[in-house]
């Protein structure tokens, strides 16, 4: 199998706001994001490109064409069987069959256009236990599995600006390492015909483990800054992973429309961007903040032009909501003209010139509006929380989950993980929370330790146990496994009072020290991946390597962790000590499908009582009020609303959560 090598731990230049020691990254498989990727239906499609004719295509018709490559590994050893197969209508099977593995509840093929004349599936779940279950690793290849499928030489000379568009069907299990953190999806960009392939992009990533795709996903690349202008183009469509299967069909390369633009990373800066004050930078990113540190906030974007036409009067505005309610709008400087294939950064687009101050608690929501004079692009939707109560770096974002856990050979006994809370006020903290991830199992014991901010050592000094001002320890049991968080309580034991916080300090680093059992016991922590941390704010320590590190290369796995310093605005910690299960439970509810067109199904997981569940436009206009009482499976129906972003606004008394939705 086709691995991404460790990476060799290397030394940073950012260095650690409060101790000056240059941060490392962990070794680990590089993680990319999904980059310059829509998912789109075959309506949004026809309004994108209407009748443009594709610069090159393949749709399947008589095969997997001869010119093309296929071949594959099957458990890291070259195999014929771990191939790409061709599903047509004089096939065995033909393309009115899907994956033929044992662990899809659903035999059906993809729904593309043009299915009917044939399309081209990897089935992992098939060729590793040829339809039996139990049967792991007896099929035909045996997994993990990398399969690549290169196209012929397209040239590319005439055209700069293109997207490369198709049709997919994709179930995920495992990307690679048989890491479920990533998919096993990519497509990979070669404009020396094949001797190398630089350019990668990772799709799928937003598609949960055991779940899959639409059967008929168009994905949508802006693949211009790839392989636009170049005649010696290849591309590989890529497996790289264990289980269950990627369909593709309708394979094309397509110009650009005039007028559009996107987000986009630029050297290394992500497509959008939040700081915190006091200062503009090195800051950490508080997801959840008390209203007395409520500090201000500016934000920021790097945009691309990918349109043909250049585009004038480009901006950025920052919408914010409170409670599906517009309250504000934060707004950049005027760029007053971006040309075709130009990107403008967050030199040009940003609000440093005028940060926003939440100035009462709630639930704010934030929406990015990059527009011009003839195009509006609003990003995802993210939730910001000012409480009583609660200090975190999480937005309320549960994205993956990391610690001690089987992996003893990085980890083991006495790993460490720490998140940085930053003041702009002195603070009493009464206690803590730590969310667990699924995959605890009760038997582990977690520490939690505060410092001051100038008690961490980095690299292979640890921690000065003089400056320690909080610390508790919880043999993990299957309540905790069950509600999903840990509370630690630091009031005093005798006057009920909270630690003092001093703003002197800076900040206090909040420290989990994890005992897994040599791996019988996993115990892993809720991770955010919304924003990526300030240098600084957060450092894991390895047990098994000896040292500490900034995070894995390239990826946010380990990022905002779920620690939630309890700071009760009171001189008793019985409010905030004993308060929380509402809160715990609305922040898993979940809404599928997202994006919808009839129905959407909402998820309470163990929530109960009664929700009112709103939607509410990105005017602030609630379009949909009803109240629900929790169950496994309610369903909505939306098939009424335009197409379009909408917010989805679920409240129980003054808890609430709010989500994007979109509406095809």
Same mark, same amino acid.
């Given at each position: 199998?086709?691995?991404?090598?460790?990476?060799?731990?290397?030394?940073?230049?950012?260095?650690?706001?409060?101790?000056?020691?240059?941060?490392?990254?962990?070794?680990?498989?590089?993680?990319?994001?999904?980059?310059?990727?829509?998912?789109?239906?075959?309506?949004?499609?026809?309004?994108?490109?209407?009748?443009?004719?594709?610069?090159?295509?393949?749709?399947?018709?008589?095969?997997?064409?001869?010119?093309?490559?296929?071949?594959?590994?099957?458990?890291?050893?070259?195999?014929?069987?771990?191939?790409?197969?061709?599903?047509?209508?004089?096939?065995?099977?033909?393309?009115? $069959?899907?994956?033929?593995?044992?662990?899809?509840?659903?035999?059906?093929?993809?729904?593309?256009?043009?299915?009917?004349?044939?399309?081209?599936?990897?089935?992992?779940?098939?060729?590793?236990?040829?339809? $039996?279950?139990?049967?792991?690793?007896?099929?035909?290849?045996?997994?993990?599995?990398?399969?690549?499928?290169?196209?012929?030489?397209?040239?590319?000379?005439?055209?700069?600006?293109?997207?490369?568009?198709?049709?997919?069907?994709?179930?995920?299990?495992?990307?690679?390492?048989?890491?479920?953190?990533?998919?096993?999806?990519?497509?990979?960009?070669?404009?020396?015909?094949?001797?190398?392939?630089?350019?990668?992009?990772?799709?799928?990533?937003?598609?949960?483990?055991?779940?899959?795709?639409?059967?008929?996903?168009?994905?949508?690349?802006?693949?211009?800054?790839?392989?636009?202008?170049?005649?010696?183009?290849?591309?590989?469509?890529?497996?790289?992973?264990?289980?269950?299967?990627?369909?593709?069909?309708?394979?094309?390369?397509?110009?650009?429309?005039?007028?559009? +633009?996107?987000?986009?990373?630029?050297?290394?800066?992500?497509?959008?961007?939040?700081?915190?004050?006091?200062?503009?930078?090195?800051?950490?990113? +508080?997801?959840?903040?008390?209203?007395?540190?409520?500090?201000?906030?500016?934000?920021?974007?790097?945009?691309?032009?990918?349109?043909?036409?250049?585009?004038?009067?480009?901006?950025?505005?920052? @919408?914010?909501?409170?409670?599906?309610?517009?309250?504000?709008?934060?707004?950049?400087?005027?760029?007053?003209?971006?040309?075709?294939?130009?990107?403008?950064?967050?030199?040009?687009?940003?609000?440093?010139?005028?940060?926003?101050?939440?100035?009462?608690?709630?639930?704010?929501?934030?929406?990015?509006?990059?527009?011009?004079?003839?195009?509006?692009?609003?990003?995802?939707?993210?939730?910001?929380?000012?409480?009583?109560?609660?200090?975190?770096?999480?937005?309320?974002?549960?994205?993956?989950?990391?610690?001690?856990?089987?992996?003893?050979?990085?980890?083991?006994?006495?790993?460490?993980?720490?998140?940085?809370?930053?003041?702009?006020?002195?603070?009493? @903290?009464?206690?803590?929370?730590?969310?667990?991830?699924?995959?605890?199992?009760?038997?582990?014991?977690?520490?939690?330790?505060?410092?001051?901010?100038?008690?961490?050592?980095?690299?292979?000094?640890?921690?000065?146990?003089?400056?320690?001002?909080?610390?508790?320890?919880?043999?993990?049991?299957?309540?905790?496994?069950?509600?999903?968080?840990?509370?630690?309580?630091?009031?005093?034991?005798?006057?009920?009072?909270?630690?003092?916080?001093?703003?002197?300090?800076?900040?206090?680093?909040?420290?989990?020290?994890?005992?897994?059992?040599?791996?019988?016991?996993? @115990?892993?922590?809720?991770?955010?991946?919304?924003?990526?941390?300030?240098?600084?704010?957060?450092? +894991?320590? @390895?047990?098994?390597?000896?040292?500490?590190?900034?995070?894995?290369?390239?990826?946010?796995?380990?990022?905002?962790?779920?620690?939630?310093?309890?700071?009760?605005?009171?001189?008793?910690?019985?409010?905030?000590?004993?308060?929380?299960?509402?809160?715990?439970?609305?922040?898993?509810?979940?809404?599928?499908?997202?994006?919808?067109?009839?129905?959407?199904?909402?998820?309470?997981?163990?929530?109960?009582?009664?929700?009112? $569940?709103?939607?509410?436009?990105?005017?602030?206009?609630?379009?949909?009020?009803?109240?629900?009482?929790?169950?496994?499976?309610?369903?909505?129906?939306?098939?009424?609303?335009? $197409?379009?972003?909408?917010?989805?606004?679920?409240?129980?008394?003054?808890?609430?959560?709010?989500?994007?939705?979109?509406?095809?």
């Amino acid at each position: 199998m086709k691995k991404i090598t460790l990476l060799t731990i290397a030394t940073s230049l950012s260095l650690s706001v409060f101790a000056q020691n240059a941060e490392r990254t962990a070794p680990n498989v590089k993680m990319m994001d999904d980059g310059l990727v829509r998912h789109l239906t075959q309506q949004q499609v026809q309004d994108m490109y209407g009748s443009e004719t594709p610069i090159w295509s393949e749709d399947f018709a008589s095969g997997i064409p001869s010119t093309w490559l296929n071949f594959g590994t099957a458990n890291l050893v070259s195999d014929t069987d771990a191939v790409w197969e061709y599903r047509g209508t004089l096939t065995t099977p033909n393309n009115t $069959v899907g994956s033929r593995g044992a662990y899809f509840s659903s035999q059906a093929p993809m729904n593309s256009a043009t299915a009917a004349n044939g399309f081209v599936i990897f089935d992992s779940d098939f060729i590793d236990n040829a339809g $039996v279950a139990g049967n792991f690793g007896n099929g035909i290849a045996p997994s993990p599995h990398v399969a690549e499928l290169i196209t012929d030489m397209i040239d590319l000379s005439s055209n700069a600006i293109v997207d490369l568009s198709f049709t997919q069907y994709y179930r995920r299990f495992a990307g690679p390492a048989g890491s479920q953190a990533v998919p096993a999806t990519y497509v990979d960009f070669s404009v020396d015909g094949g001797a190398t392939f630089p350019y990668s992009v990772t799709l799928n990533s937003g598609i949960a483990v055991n779940s899959s795709t639409a059967d008929n996903d168009i994905v949508n690349v802006i693949a211009g800054s790839y392989i636009g202008g170049q005649d010696s183009v290849k591309i590989r469509f890529r497996f790289d992973g264990d289980y269950y299967f990627w369909s593709i069909d309708d394979i094309q390369i397509v110009g650009t429309p005039a007028n559009r +633009m996107d987000f986009t990373d630029w050297q290394g800066a992500p497509a959008q961007d939040i700081l915190y004050g006091p200062s503009a930078t090195g800051s950490a990113k +508080m997801g959840h903040m008390t209203l007395k540190q409520a500090r201000g906030i500016s934000f920021d974007v790097n945009a691309v032009n990918s349109g043909t036409q250049d585009q004038s009067n480009v901006k950025l505005d920052v @919408l914010v909501f409170d409670g599906g309610s517009l309250i504000q709008t934060v707004s950049s400087a005027t760029k007053s003209l971006l040309a075709a294939g130009d990107t403008a950064t967050f030199n040009d687009l940003n609000t440093y010139a005028t940060a926003w101050t939440p100035s009462a608690n709630g639930t704010y929501d934030l929406v990015y509006n990059l527009k011009s004079d003839s195009v509006s692009v609003f990003s995802d939707t993210t939730s910001l929380f000012v409480t009583d109560s609660t200090m975190s770096m999480d937005f309320g974002s549960w994205d993956n989950s990391i610690g001690a856990s089987s992996n003893t050979t990085q980890w083991g006994d006495g790993s460490q993980m720490y998140n940085r809370h930053d003041l702009i006020d002195d603070e009493l @903290l009464f206690g803590a929370k730590v969310y667990l991830g699924s995959a605890t199992v009760a038997g582990g014991i977690l520490e939690m330790a505060v410092y001051d901010s100038s008690a961490y050592g980095g690299n292979t000094s640890g921690w000065d146990a003089n400056k320690l001002v909080g610390y508790g320890q919880k043999v993990i049991d299957a309540q905790d496994v069950s509600q999903g968080f840990v509370r630690f309580d630091f009031t005093d034991a005798s006057s009920g009072r909270g630690i003092d916080l001093e703003l002197a300090k800076g900040a206090y680093m909040y420290n989990l020290t994890m005992y897994d059992n040599q791996g019988a016991n996993p @115990l892993l922590i809720r991770n955010d991946q919304t924003w990526g941390k300030a240098g600084g704010s957060g450092s +894991m320590y @390895l047990a098994a390597l000896g040292n500490w590190y900034s995070g894995y290369s390239g990826g946010r796995s380990f990022n905002n962790l779920w620690i939630r310093g309890l700071n009760c605005p009171a001189t008793s910690a019985a409010a905030c000590m004993s308060a929380g299960v509402d809160e715990e439970s609305i922040e898993v509810i979940t809404i599928s499908p997202n994006p919808a067109s009839d129905y959407v199904s909402l998820d309470f997981g163990l929530a109960v009582g009664n929700y009112n $569940v709103s939607i509410v436009d990105l005017t602030g206009k609630v379009m949909k009020s009803e109240t629900i009482r929790a169950a496994a499976d309610v369903t909505m129906y939306v098939g009424d609303l335009n $197409v379009g972003m909408y917010l989805v606004r679920i409240q129980k008394g003054d808890i609430v959560k709010t989500s994007k939705l979109s509406i095809l």
